[in-house]
């Protein structure tokens, strides 16, 4: 498969399952990479690499490792905030915050092709402005206790009932969420389950990442 067809391929499709996104602990190019290689074996569909670290050459580093690793699967791998690493090492997108690059911007810089997600916190209003701006996919959250983001903003599920019925593109939701509470947004209009702590910091990530997959499929069996 080259290049401009796994990337079309990979934009084009309705983004569903499980999000899994690295919780930027130091562990090293081998470790991460077998952390995620687990993560897909059990299920996740997208990866996001998020580390917020100052070393450059490190950060580079292991993202060439895992972007090797997700060729090989077909999974995308995202990288948080930084569209400049992201062109750099052909990554198949970025997912951009508060602070970060606009979407036009980052549009321009990795191509149409690439896959651009937005966090929208508990804002439909940032939502709406991130889908006609082109993102290809918003995120809401935090939605629970978070150890990654424990003075993140709240999100309810009425949001996502809201967005789900006016956005077109796929949402995700974000924030403390476990195999137990998953479901219940996943019915309320969430297409992507991300999660960090949940995936990364179990015993068993292939275990832990497959649980969460199967939420999906009971959705699908029961609709």
Not at 19 to 25: E, L, N, P, V
Not at 47 to 53: G, H, L, P
Not at 67 to 90: F, H, K, M, T, W
Not at 145 to 151: C, E, N
């Amino acid at each position: 498969m080259t290049r401009l067809a796994y990337l079309t391929r990979a934009a084009t499709q309705r983004l569903r399952g499980l999000y899994a996104i690295t919780g930027g602990d130091a562990l090293g190019a081998e470790r991460i990479a077998q952390a995620v290689t687990l993560a897909i074996e059990g299920g996740a569909t997208l990866i996001q690499y998020r580390d917020k670290s100052t070393d450059v050459v490190q950060r580079e580093a292991e993202v060439r490792v895992l972007l090797e690793i997700c060729r090989s699967y077909q999974v995308p791998l995202i990288i948080n905030d930084d569209v400049d690493l992201a062109r750099a090492v052909g990554a198949d997108g970025v997912h951009l915050g508060r602070d970060d690059a606009g979407v036009a911007d980052a549009r321009r810089t990795l191509g149409r092709n690439a896959i651009i997600g937005v966090s929208c916190y508990n804002l439909l209003a940032r939502a709406r402005a991130a889908e006609a701006a082109g993102a290809d996919y918003v995120a809401f959250g935090r939605f629970f206790v978070s150890r990654t983001k424990p003075h993140a903003v709240m999100a309810d599920l009425e949001l996502l009932r809201s967005a789900r019925a006016e956005l077109r593109i796929p949402i995700v939701a974000i924030g403390g969420i476990t195999h137990a509470t998953g479901a219940r947004l996943i019915e309320a209009g969430a297409d992507m389950l991300a999660v960090v702590e949940g995936v990364f910091g179990a015993d068993d990530i292939r275990g832990a990442a497959h649980r969460y997959a199967q939420l999906f499929e009971q959705q699908e069996k029961a609709s």
